[in-house]
């Protein structure tokens, strides 16, 4: 059974920076997409970013873009979220998806339903 689990939460400072790291265990997933998604108190939930294992792709929703970086390590059990010049606004929990079907990376990836949900790990920017 695959598990997905997000680690690096915090709080931080406006202007800070954090990273997050969500590890996939468990049997190989083959070619795959991860996908950052973050909810904000009281929002929906939000895809912000995309990595693909099949292209190499990538991708990042506007409010982020510039500022957040998403990566793998070369075995890609491990992506990464680099997170810099935080603002109140990145504020949530957030939560790493996989979508198990040969993809490239864009937009509509980020409103496919997923196949597989970490349990999220909260990030706090204080002003």
């Known amino acids: 059974q695959v598990q997905l689990l997000e680690s690096g939460g915090g709080v931080v400072q406006a202007g800070g920076s954090l990273r997050l790291s969500c590890s996939v265990s468990?049997?190989?997933?083959?070619?795959?997409?991860i996908i950052w998604f973050r909810q904000a108190p009281g929002k929906e939930r939000v895809g912000v970013s995309c990595i693909s294992t099949y292209d190499d792709s990538t991708y990042y929703v506007d409010s982020v873009k510039g500022r957040f970086t998403i990566s793998t390590d070369n075995a890609k059990t491990t992506i990464y979220l680099q997170m810099n010049n935080l603002t109140p606004e990145d504020t949530a929990v957030y939560y790493c998806?996989?979508?198990?079907?040969?993809?490239?990376?864009?937009?509509?990836?980020?409103?496919?339903?997923?196949?597989?949900w970490g349990k999220g790990t909260l990030v706090t920017v204080s002003p």
């Open positions: 468990g049997r190989t997933l083959g070619r795959y997409s």
């Open positions: 998806a996989a979508y198990t079907v040969q993809a490239a990376c864009n937009k509509w990836l980020l409103t496919y339903g997923m196949d597989l």
